[in-house]
């Protein structure tokens, strides 16, 4: 960690608790069903600070986001260092931000849930340790959430809240199962085949990425082309600009292995791969000698204060903006090509998409032809809680907190941990 005091964290949590520190007593499930429900979730897994107040895993009551955007643009990425110390610096107000927004205090919560991982570990354990500290000073349980279970969950709250409301008249949540859920992010590209069980959801990896994720590329690419961080949002809003056939890109086709190959068994493992695309936009660049107005465009950008996507468009030529939508037409579809196979192969009765590259227009627009055209039900997050937030953490805990399942006090992150 840096400079930071980290004890700003332990020191402004005492100034306002209401009770004595004790210790979380387990609440039968008929107790919690019958409780007011509400969780506050918090999530630093990355590079948001966040905290959300959730009520019974369905209605987010209040999601609060300190986003680090503007610090770690310059670099275009994520520095880890200054990560942890902007989620130091911002954990306090966002949780009390969360708290005021739902109109609670600390005493009206049933429990804290925190991101255990995957993320980076300097990140996760601001949270984790301001959730720890928090849980035990309040005499709560505190329950350890799966980042990439919050994002499925993302996709399940808002589902839920459509199907409350009275007007809408949807009956049922709209979820059929199991359900073939996509997390695409900047971090992961996985495919899960989900089922809902009695004490909460089970889930099935069945497909990842063997590189880079396709978030990943988005930003990496976006950088190349001299634009702004992360990638994914610029390049979504110029993609429109240009023509996506015009660079024909192509996805190798991944190799199982020969046993597997063998069987007449659908797959079982389906495997995505977005670094050669990201070569393949480089060896563009480099044959249309695209270097010089990339450098142009990136000194004029760095010289706005604020720059947009509207700035960027007028300092790209067809070329460029032919080659940002072949590269997002290309992603996309092959994002499409392997969830929509594993969804036919699984037999899943509905898809599921989550995570910041579903808040892409062109994913959502032809993933939901895709759907319609086969008869399947999709669904996905509004784009807000497509990327990063606390809310579906919240949701994600409430299965956890029925079941009686909290975290032990020596809970720690976990940067690689797996769904
Ligand atoms: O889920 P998220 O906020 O963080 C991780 O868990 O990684 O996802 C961030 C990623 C970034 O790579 C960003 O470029 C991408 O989501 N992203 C998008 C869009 N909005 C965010 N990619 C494509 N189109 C978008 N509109
Ligand atoms: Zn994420």
Known sequence: MNGEPSGAVAGSLADELPGKPGSAAKPDRRSAEAGSGLILAIETSCDETAAAVVERGRHALSNAIASQIAIHAPYGGVVPELASREHLRNIVPVVRAALSQAGVTFADLDA??????????????????????????????????????????????????????????????????????????????NLYLARRAAEGFTYRNVGRTLDDAAGEAFDKVAKLLGLGYPGGPWIDALAPYGDPTAVPFSFAQIKRKAHRAATARPPSEFLFSFSGIKTAVLRYVQLH???ASIAHRRDKLAAIPKPTPEDALVLCGKETLDLIASFQRAVVDDLKRKTFLAAVSLDAAS????????????????????????????????????????????AAAWPKFLAGQFAPSELSAQPGLAL
């Not at 199907?163 to 992961?188: F, T, Y």
């Open 351 to 394: 898809v599921l998409v989550s995570g910041g590259v579903a808040a892409n227009r062109e994913l959502r627009l032809r993933f939901t032809s895709e759907a319609v055209g086969r008869g399947l039900p999709i669904a996905f997050p509004s784009p807000a809680l497509s990327t990063d937030n606390a809310a579906m953490i919240g």
């Open 112 to 189: 804290i849930a925190v991101t255990e991982g995957p993320g980076l570990a300097g990140a996760l354990l601001v949270g984790i340790v301001y959730a720890k500290s928090l849980a035990y000073a309040l005499g709560k349980p505190l329950i350890a959430v799966n980042h990439l279970e919050g994002h499925i969950h993302a996709v399940l709250l808002e589902q839920e809240e459509l199907a409350r409301q009275p007007d809408l008249n949807l009956g049922e949540p709209p979820v059929d199962w199991p359900a073939l859920a996509l997390v695409v992010s900047g971090g992961h590209t």
């Open 289 to 291: 000698d695209l270097f």
